[in-house]
């Protein structure tokens, strides 16, 4: 039976990593492939992530598995983006460090950067009007990203690819260190949402994952200095590990090494402005975006829906994001779990969920092993229809039916595991009582 169990396994792992592979050769509309095959492939993955749970694996068919799925990444480095056309923002932020200029000074459509227009850049940016979001470590990525390719697309991935390698790599050390089985390497390894996000959509975030890995691999290994630091420059991709903060506070024992965790992290954020801020505001189109830019986001949609105001759903959310994570902080939670579900929560009420977004969840899954997380990685894929709808017909909205076959599960497993059920185990006893 075990054996049985695993040939099933590997053939769904091999139609999980096959159906992707499938992007390079249908012929049909790219975002037709994109959307269909990033949801069937999330569905075919939510049965594999369970069947890891159930069976033993040896571990050389544990790194088998994870090379033929870091060799199917590769695969997408010179490929075209499908879903999202943020790298051209990228490449252009790149483009214009090139040529000695702020990016933060200009936004790609004013007439002081006509000179450096070419057939593709910045003709593909998005929000042209705007100036970058991009914090400098960003910026100075995006740099290295085109002095290797240029307005091609093969530099920036290959280094998303060397990032999404570390992140691994500081999986790997945390799974050690916490005695984690290494077939759990394959819930961030076969994950989809990673494959798209990163391989083929080439995303930021997959810059920041490593370096919040490492951020809390050195906290654990008591090197709090270098942990703090970490995380400073993982603020610097995604503010995610802001959350992390009071976390590490709360866990140290004396009040130097709680000023530590404080000041460096901030530290080390703030002081790459430095470069910039004599010149101009860094932060102008960051703070357009937080303010006004909403997708995805199920408890702010339902707030919005009722109230039809966007700042007073958004300060109601940031209300009780707040009043959620105070209890959670001084509760009894083990460290890893509190920065779990301290993640899961700011995605449950952030106004804007983009599916890359759910990656700071993704990453923490093999350390945490959380239901609602593997569900919510899978279930992201449903984004797609709005990504289709929106390439195809132009209208890019939410659907409730997507927010609520996302979201509600993942509230539900949410609610079991802060009580210490295993859903899947708790209907298996309800099974056999019946019997």
């Known amino acids: 039976m075990i054996i049985q169990n695993k040939k099933i396994f590997y053939s769904f792992c091999a139609l999980l990593l096959g159906s992707i592979m499938l992007i390079h050769i249908v012929e049909l509309t790219p975002v037709v492939s994109y959307a269909g095959v990033f949801i069937f492939s999330s569905l ?199 959350l992390l903060i009071p976390i590490f506070f709360l866990h140290e024992k004396g009040w130097s090494g709680k000023l530590k965790i404080v000041l460096i992290p901030l530290i080390t954020f703030f002081s790459q402005f430095v470069f910039y801020i004599a010149s101009t505001n860094p932060f102008e189109a960051f703070l357009i975006f937080t303010k006004n830019w909403y997708f995805n986001g199920f408890i702010f949609n339902l707030f919005n829906s009722v109230i039809s105001n966007n700042q007073i759903s958004r300060i109601f959310c940031a209300l009780i994001l707040i009043i959620t994570l105070i209890p959670l902080y001084f509760s009894k939670q083990e460290l890893l779990n509190k920065i779990y579900y301290a993640v899961l929560l700011l995605m449950i009420f952030s106004p804007v969920v983009h599916p890359w977004y759910i990656a700071w969840i993704l990453i923490l899954i093999p350390i945490v092993r959380k239901q609602s997380g593997i569900y919510f990685t899978a279930a992201g894929s449903l984004t797609a229809i709005t990504i289709m709808n929106y390439q195809l017909y132009g209208i890019w909205k939410d659907y409730w039916f997507v927010l609520a076959i996302e979201y509600l599960p993942v509230l539900v497993l949410f609610y079991f595991e802060l009580k210490g059920i295993n859903i899947f185990g708790y209907f298996r006893q309800i099974k056999k009582e019946r019997i």
């Open 44 to 242: 075919i993955f939510l049965f594999v992530s369970v069947q890891i749970f159930k069976i033993e694996f040896h571990i050389k068919h544990v790194y088998s598995l994870i090379f033929l799925a870091f060799l199917l990444r590769l695969s997408f480095v010179s490929s075209p983006v499908i879903g999202s056309d943020d790298i051209y923002r990228y490449m252009w932020d790149g483009k214009i460090q090139t040529n000695g200029i702020n990016p933060y000074l200009y936004s790609p459509d004013d007439e002081h950067l006509n000179a450096y227009h070419s057939e593709l850049l910045p003709k593909a940016v998005n929000f042209k009007e705007m100036k970058s979001i991009y914090f400098p470590l960003s910026q100075w990525i995006f740099y290295t990203g085109y002095q290797l390719s240029g307005e091609s697309v093969w530099g920036y991935k290959f280094l998303l690819f060397l990032f999404e390698l570390m992140t691994l790599g500081a999986l790997i050390l945390l799974t050690k260190k916490l005695n984690i089985e290494p077939k759990y390497l394959l819930l961030y390894a076969l994950a989809p949402l990673s494959i798209f996000q990163f391989a083929i959509d080439a995303h930021l975030d997959g810059f920041g994952l490593p370096l919040i890995l490492f951020s809390i691999y050195f906290f654990l290994d008591e090197k709090k200095v270098l942990s703090a630091l970490l995380l400073g420059l993982s603020l610097a991709i995604k503010p995610v590990g802001l």
